[in-house]
């Protein structure tokens, strides 16, 4: 019985701390590169594309699974080649120099975006 207790318990923890998480409070570490700073790093590098004025385009969560050491120089960003065989459209977010880590010594991550729809 107390074993039931517990584990309800727990997996009502676990419920509420995942609700809570999200892209805008997953900030950067000294150990890790936080997905809000890697999302806006896409959305810096899309309002640069839609100001050209050609098609418009909307920046898109990362994927939450993306665990990347802290990157020690400025992010940049750029389209995904189309060689790299993704399906869809996606921006490109590279770190040419992580922070010294035993896990590696650069990163990319792959944005997400989508193409804006007309408006009548």
């Known amino acids: 019985m ?19 998480w999200s892209i805008d409070t997953d900030r950067s570490t000294p150990d890790k590169h936080g997905l809000f700073e890697i999302r806006e790093e896409a959305r810096h590098f899309i309002a640069q594309e839609n100001a050209k004025g050609r098609d418009q385009w909307d920046v898109l969560d990362p994927n939450a699974k993306v665990l990347v050491p802290r990157c020690a120089v400025p992010l940049q960003a750029q389209w995904t080649p189309k060689s790299l065989g993704r399906s869809l459209p996606s921006v490109m977010v590279i770190c040419t120099a992580a922070a010294p880590n035993a896990v590696m010594r650069r990163w990319d991550v792959h944005v997400p975006v989508r193409q804006k729809s007309a408006r009548p």
Request: proline fraction near 0%; hydrophobic fraction near 60%; glycine fraction near 0%.
């Open 2 to 20: 107390l074993r039931s207790i517990l584990l309800t318990v727990a997996l009502s923890a676990c419920v509420t701390c995942l609700a809570s």
